[in-house]
């Protein structure tokens, strides 16, 4: 045991760290002291105190001046950074408040990636480099259960027009506009690159559509418009993601509804027609909302109003 006394607080305050640094970078008591304004005596007591606290000297003293210990010239390196640290923790705080840091668990159905998504990534990603988005692709149904288990920050999700999704309450929503749903066609059929399309013809295809659970307003608004024609559709498949439905289109199982921004998607097989003239003024819509919890952390708040903004702007023709 050294001859001070065993530490009596694991905890020092900055003020002795801060104390102790200068006083190791200027090695003179007098100069130290005059650099943190206050007397000499008073930090020759803090010093003591330090070293009580530590369990070991950090200072040599003697008549030619003020040396580091081994312990001393150790902890120099250390303190630095801890200070160092300290002092950002104000600016820590504040770009956390403001959304500057932060992570953003999104999700998507698989459409909104033939749109803007990926750009508006980009540009969020340059816009806000210490915001990290992790993405999660997932249908309507899935995002819904994953912000019920809190395990997802926004969603964009695809639905009928003015319809919430099911299951949102407590979410709130930012529409991102609509857009009509096109018919896809596989090119096995004879007549699928015809000039004019039969709305009968039409009518009594098989049908590949996605199944009701996974975005109920938008499979009720295509199958009423079937009804409203007095005809009920013939399924032949269903399926969960839209480039599968398109693929199934291309092997000539029927023909399917898809948003226009699919139309990016080109498969062998399949040709997008929109509806005929006597069927076009009741043609199905599709809305695609951004989703987010009402207590939304900061940096979720700043990807909504990034989108927001973007999404207001007039899109090139």
């Known amino acids: 045991m050294s001859d001070l006394d065993a530490p009596t607080d694991a905890a020092i305050e900055l003020r002795l760290w801060r104390q102790f640094l200068t006083l190791a970078e200027t090695l003179h008591f007098g100069r130290a002291a005059a650099q943190l304004h206050m007397t000499q005596p008073p930090l020759s007591l803090a010093m003591q105190q330090l070293e009580r606290r530590l369990g070991h000297p950090v200072f040599e003293r003697s008549r030619r001046g003020v040396a580091l210990t081994a312990a001393g010239a150790a902890l120099v390196e250390p303190v630095r950074q801890l200070l160092r640290q300290a002092a950002a923790l104000p600016a820590v705080a504040s770009a956390a408040s403001l959304g500057e840091t932060g992570r953003v668990r999104l999700g998507f159905v698989s459409t909104v990636g033939f749109g803007p998504l990926p750009g508006w990534l980009l540009q969020f990603r340059d816009a806000n480099p210490a915001v990290s988005v992790a993405l999660r692709e997932a ?15 926004a969603g964009f999700l695809l639905h009928a027009p003015g319809m919430a999704p099911d299951g949102s309450t407590g979410l709130q929503r930012l529409s991102l506009g609509g857009e009509p749903l096109l018919l896809a066609l596989p090119t096995s059929l004879p007549w699928s690159s015809a000039v004019r399309l039969k709305a009968a ?22 199958l009423a418009f079937y009804h409203r024609h007095g005809v009920t559709p013939t399924i032949a498949q269903e399926a969960i993601q839209m480039q599968t439905i398109v693929n199934l289109v291309s092997a000539g199982l029927g023909l399917a509804w898809v948003p226009r921004s699919m139309t990016l998607l080109q498969r062998a097989g399949v040709v997008y027609r929109p509806l005929p003239a006597a069927l076009a003024d009741a043609a199905p819509r599709s809305e695609t909302s951004l989703v987010w919890p009402a207590d939304a952390p900061p940096a979720v708040l700043r990807f909504v109003d990034f989108v927001r903004e973007r999404s207001a702007r007039p899109r090139a023709a």
């Open 201 to 222: 013809t039409l009518l009594a295809q098989p049908l590949v559509i996605f199944p009701r659970l996974i975005a109920p307003s938008l499979y009720d608004a295509v």
């Open 139 to 153: 249908t309507g149904d899935v995002q819904l259960a994953a912000f019920a288990q809190r395990e997802l920050d």
